[in-house]
């Protein structure tokens, strides 16, 4: 959430990554933030994809378009190539078909944008060394409460791309809303990635 | 006109409009002459920005809200949703509710006397189609003083009608409201049609359409609507309503009503057969079987709504099989290849079809969020 009146660190990111006038689709885009920031600082057109009803309603009060759908089913109502940017922030750790919508982004835009905690984080090594399964801001749920059902490390998302045949364009990886730059995988809270097919 | 009674009730008052110039009908047929009865709420605004047109289903008319009187049991069809502080708010729009052409309260329809004869048309009066009756409310919003449409919303056949307006008028309105509707009929309904026309058709009193006068082919009628009533319901709710509840407790071996559903829905037919028109039924259910934008278009839907300029809310209802949700994801689907602005809610309702004349939380703040967000 957006602790006194700040967007999220990893929308501050992505805002500054999308270009203006841009096409974008934001994949489980809760209740419109980013688009409706997007569509004010960057000129973006474009929709979001969500299932949850009060997150519908509050796209709406937004004046932001939504369709409401669950991802699991693919984007067969979104035609090839039809955005710049698809946006799934947040999201793809509570996806079964990670494989899946990751194909689905890069078919229906030319670039896609992730945004996942890190589960490679120390505080959460340190939590599973003290055996326990991790909490923290970036992933408040207890273990039998949990939407995420794929966590993943920095460096998973990485192989994962790589055995796809992404081409990462930026990484950045936040904790406390500020870039990491030393061991990223060890020190960063949240993961960000813009990429591409690889021509 | 529209005002405030002392007590709560909202009394409301029907008009009448004349139109004189002939209107040439999608068949090819022409009416030289025709009445269209509307009603209004609330106040057109001086910049005429912030009329809103609501468009009936196969059976509703232009009563949408309000009541005629301080003795009239029912408001208006859709008085859940338009009204003052209500999701169409009236305090803010100048809400049109109509009853279309053809119709049988009030417009010109098949009742209505022929001018040729003296009689009522009868089977005489020409089918209409959705196209035929947007233009005839685009008549209506001249003549009053409309020159667009903040929205213009309907539900199922009204659904139709509003989609028909943003590709026949994509100028006239800026917002469109497409709730339990279909891009077009599938195979299924149309046959759900035909079985209720048959009804009619074949009722011995039915007497080629030229009824009046006689008792008309109300037992044809209160057959169709008996059937139109089991496709607007789910399995789940008359499950849960009726279930296999019996009214004398056993079996009686005989063909009275022994099931509490089959009691509701003789109750509903002949409510319906009193109070509705035969030869209007049939013509509506013919405009809803006809009912297709993309037809002869190759490039289908998307290329049928590629005119479209409005934004739009398509809004769909989980347990209507009637015209399902993945019916409206066709018509989203067909807007986002024309990159319309589109906003889609799926809602989860037991009650099928007719749950877009419900009262839902979620579905009424959906509706009101997107039409407060409309700038007059």
């Known amino acids: ?199 | 006109m529209t005002h405030h009674e002392p007590t709560h009730r909202w009394i409301v008052t029907p008009q009448t409009a004349r139109f004189t110039e002939p209107l040439v009908l999608q068949s090819g047929a022409v009416l030289n002459g025709y009445e269209l009865v509307y009603e209004t709420y609330g106040r057109l605004n001086a910049d005429r920005t912030n009329a809103v047109l609501i468009c009936h289903a196969l059976s509703g008319n232009h009563h949408v809200a309000g009541y005629h009187s301080e003795q009239e049991k029912r408001p208006g069809w859709w008085d859940n949703m338009i009204g003052p502080g209500k999701p169409i708010d009236t305090e803010r729009f100048f809400v049109i509710g109509v009853n279309n052409l053809g119709g049988c309260h009030g417009s010109t329809g098949p009742s209505s006397p022929n001018p040729d004869t003296g009689k009522p048309y009868g089977a005489d009066f020409p089918l209409v189609t959705v196209e035929d009756w947007v233009t005839a409310q685009a008549r209506l919003a001249e003549h009053l003083g409309v020159e667009r449409f903040a929205a213009v919303v309907g539900g199922s056949l009204g659904g139709m009608q509003a989609l028909q307006w943003s590709i026949q008028y994509p100028d006239w309105l800026d917002h469109c409201l497409v709730i339990a509707a279909a891009p077009k009929l599938t195979a299924q309904n149309i046959a759900f049609n035909d079985v209720a026309r048959q009804a009619i058709l074949t009722d011995p009193d039915f007497n080629g359409g030229h009824y009046y006068g006689g008792p008309g082919p109300k037992r044809g009628l209160r057959l169709a609507r008996m059937l139109g009533h089991i496709t607007y319901l789910s399995d789940d709710v008359m499950g849960s309503k009726f279930g296999r509840a019996l009214r004398s407790g056993s079996y009686q071996f005989g063909f009275d009503v022994e099931f509490e559903i089959e009691s509701y829905l003789r109750y509903q037919g002949d409510k319906f057969a009193e109070s509705f028109d035969a030869n209007t039924y049939l013509l509506m259910t013919k405009a809803l079987d006809y009912f297709d934008p993309a037809q002869d278009l190759e490039g289908g839907l998307a290329e049928a709504l590629r005119p479209a300029q409005a934004n739009f809310l398509v809004i769909s209802f989980t347990t209507d099989w009637r015209f399902s949700p993945q019916r409206s994801r066709e018509i989203v689907e067909a807007l986002l290849s024309n990159k319309r602005n589109v906003s889609y809610a799926e809602i989860t309702h037991g009650h099928g079809h007719d749950a877009f004349l419900m009262v839902d939380p979620y579905y009424h703040g959906v509706v009101r969020a997107y039409m407060e967000k409309i700038k007059l």
């Open chain 1, 1 to 199: 959430m957006t602790g006194n009146g700040m967007l999220r660190p990893d929308y501050a990111l992505i805002g500054q990554w999308v270009k203006p006038g841009s096409r974008v689709l934001d994949l489980g885009c809760g209740d419109g933030e980013l688009l409706r920031e997007l569509m004010d600082s960057r000129q973006v057109t474009g929709y979001g994809v969500e299932i949850d009803d009060a997150s519908i309603l509050a796209c709406v009060k937004k004046g932001v378009n939504v369709i409401q759908g669950d991802l699991e089913q693919g984007l067969s109502g979104f035609e090839n190539d039809s955005f710049d940017y698809v946006i799934l922030s947040r999201t793809l750790q509570t996806m079964r078909h990670t494989e899946g919508i990751l194909k689905e982004m890069l078919r229906v835009g030319r670039q896609g944008i992730v945004t996942f905690p890190n589960f490679g984080y120390w505080k959460n090594r340190v939590q599973v060394w003290q055996g326990r399964m991790p909490r923290s801001a970036d992933m408040p749920y207890q273990w039998y409460d949990t939407p995420n059902i794929h966590l993943c490390t920095v460096r998973d998302f990485e192989d994962l791309c790589a055995q796809h045949d992404l081409n990462i364009l930026e990484r950045v990886v936040l904790t406390h809303g500020r870039p990491v730059t030393l061991l990223p995988n060890l020190l960063g809270s949240l993961a960000v990635f813009r990429f591409e097919h690889r021509r």
